[in-house]
């Protein structure tokens, strides 16, 4: 499995299945200027987490994929995609909006994208997000969780890999904080620090849970 991170909450996840090659792009966000994913995007399924136009840009990925914007389970060229309903904000006690948290299955590995939450999950929540290899969590503030946060939900989740997502970095993530707050939250002095990831099932820790930072 190789996930190149294209910034904000947005990943390219390429699948070596037994017959064929699929590829997953999560959360494709609109132009903002300059900022902008490659033109030549492609994959066979899409999510979307949130309908907000850092993660709803369908339209910037080519390939006809097969797209998921919502709850559901769901089964393309042999990868598991389940979309959990959590709420988006919560404001004087009332919840509202809705955030989708997906959890695909492939190549035997279970990874989990929290999409745009900013909240702590509730115990119903972290039944359905056990045993989980690799967790895709936003750590900038803005509409998703901050690091201190963040970090909670790490702990909460308990994964064997953590891969921060939507902050600031060069261009990229306009009010947003940097991933060094966060990284600081998990005690974290020297980050790995990729431009790609592969990953496959031997490598994943036995013990503590990897940090790693993936470079846009």
């Known amino acids: 499995?190789?996930?190149t991170w294209l910034g904000y909450s947005c990943f390219k996840i390429e699948i070596q299945n037994r017959d064929s090659k699929v590829s997953v792009v999560t959360d494709p966000f609109s132009a903002e200027g300059k900022v902008r994913?490659?033109?030549s995007l492609t994959?066979?399924?899409v999510t979307v987490s949130h309908d907000s136009p850092r993660h709803n840009a369908v339209s910037e990925v080519d390939g006809k994929p097969f797209v998921v914007s919502g709850p559901g389970e769901y089964e393309v060229k042999d990868v598991s995609v389940i979309g959990m309903p959590t709420f988006y904000e919560e404001l004087d006690g009332k919840r509202s909006g809705v955030n989708t948290v997906y959890c695909l299955t492939a190549e035997n590995l279970h990874l989990v994208h929290l999409g745009d939450l900013k909240h702590l999950?509730?115990?119903a929540d972290l039944k359905d997000l056990s045993d989980i290899d690799i967790l895709f969590v936003p750590v900038g503030g803005g509409d998703g969780l901050d690091a201190?946060?963040?970090?909670e939900v790490v702990a909460q989740i308990e994964p064997r890999v953590v891969i921060p997502m939507n902050y600031l970095s060069g261009k990229l993530g306009e009010g947003l904080q940097g991933v060094e707050p966060f990284l600081k939250a998990m005690g974290v002095s020297e980050p790995e620090?990729?431009?790609k990831l592969k990953i496959v099932e031997r490598d994943l820790p036995q013990?503590?849970?990897r940090v790693i930072v993936i470079e846009p």
């Open 1 to 3: 499995m190789i996930i």
């Open 37 to 39: 994913l490659p033109r």
């Open 43 to 45: 994959a066979e399924i």
């Open 121 to 123: 999950l509730d115990d």
């Open 148 to 151: 201190k946060r963040a970090a």
């Open 193 to 195: 620090t990729v431009s």
């Open 207 to 209: 013990e503590e849970t």
